[in-house]
């Protein structure tokens, strides 16, 4: 059994959808007003009935005032590091450091070619992605902003680029990978990992857990260091909730079957991040009962066992 040693947080998701604009600030706002930690965007540029994910969240930031917001996770190979990283600074620093910043290699070929990026293989994409977040890291560093920067990458290069603005504070960068040697690379460089519960079921959590907490420990770092995220997606029941039949791996129950779940995920599993993706019903209820009726059960059960 491994138990999450660091403190529980919830997040919900809001697509990049043009058909819920007016419905995502709503819901933005709403979170910002109850125990949301964490509002997480996904980011496909390539899909037309998604907004571009950096413009989405800075539009729903300047609503809020508190909640955090999370790439979940940003695609690295149509998103070049360092105007990422320069992306990333600019909304930390214009939303008092609320930026969570989530990464990943880009999971479709056919839309990373179509938008003119580079489709790589599973090993490329690992050095990308190592690349891209030491990349991050040398353009956040504070300074003058005068002395030029150069890396040479197998995958990237920046050449005399000046660093700045500096973020406000540490930007957590969180990865969104499955690979073995992702995983290895998430235990030794980043400070979070986010994964959702269609593509990785709980029974295949502890073995990745494990080679996080392996290649933290190798690098000298304690596994405490990395939150553990997960993207929950169901469906909230109610006593007047119609009976729907959901795909296999998503959840589905009452508060207080969700309470029980997620409780148990972060006491046995290790996670202690978890994002909520309504399926079904109304988003507006449902997130409500995430929120109010979810959460705080959560928190009670865990309170109660210490």
Do not use: C
């Not at 590091?81 to 999971?107: C, H, Q, Y």
């Not at 005068?146 to 973020?167: C, N, V, W």
């Amino acid at each position: 059994m491994r138990q999450a040693s660091n403190k529980v947080m919830f997040g919900i998701n809001i697509d990049p959808s043009p058909r819920i604009a007016e419905l995502a600030v709503e819901l933005a706002s709403y979170a910002d007003s109850m125990a949301i930690d964490l509002i997480g965007i996904q980011d496909h540029p390539g899909n037309p009935n998604f907004f571009d994910t950096w413009t989405f969240m800075t539009a729903l930031a300047v609503r809020t005032q508190r909640v955090r917001f999370l790439t979940n996770v940003a695609n690295i190979s149509l998103r070049p590091p360092a105007m990422l990283a320069k992306a990333a600074a600019t909304f930390d620093i214009l939303t008092g450091g609320r930026l969570e910043l989530g990464l990943g290699a880009g999971a479709s070929p056919e839309e990373i070619l179509a938008y003119g990026g580079e489709f790589r293989t599973p090993a490329e994409a690992v050095e990308a992605l190592e690349e891209a977040i030491e990349i991050a890291h040398l353009l956040w560093q504070p300074g003058d902003g005068k002395t030029p920067i150069t890396f040479e990458g197998k995958q990237f290069r920046i050449l005399g680029a000046r660093p700045g603005p500096a973020p406000s504070g540490k930007i957590r960068i969180w990865t969104g990978v499955r690979g073995r040697r992702m995983l290895a690379l998430t235990g030794r460089l980043a400070d979070g990992w986010v994964v959702s519960n269609t593509y990785v079921h709980p029974e295949d959590l502890p073995e990745m857990q494990a080679r996080i907490d392996r290649a933290a420990e190798d690098a000298g770092r304690s596994p405490s260091q990395i939150r553990r995220g997960y993207n929950v997606m169901g469906y909230i029941r109610t006593p007047s909730s119609p009976g729907l039949r959901l795909k296999p791996g998503l959840i589905s129950g009452t508060v207080e079957e969700w309470a029980d779940t997620l409780a148990g995920y972060y006491q046995e599993l290790g996670l202690d991040t978890f994002i909520y993706w309504p399926v079904a019903g109304s988003a507006q209820e449902q997130i409500r009962l995430f929120a109010e009726g979810v959460v705080p059960a959560v928190r009670r059960r865990l309170q109660a066992v210490g």
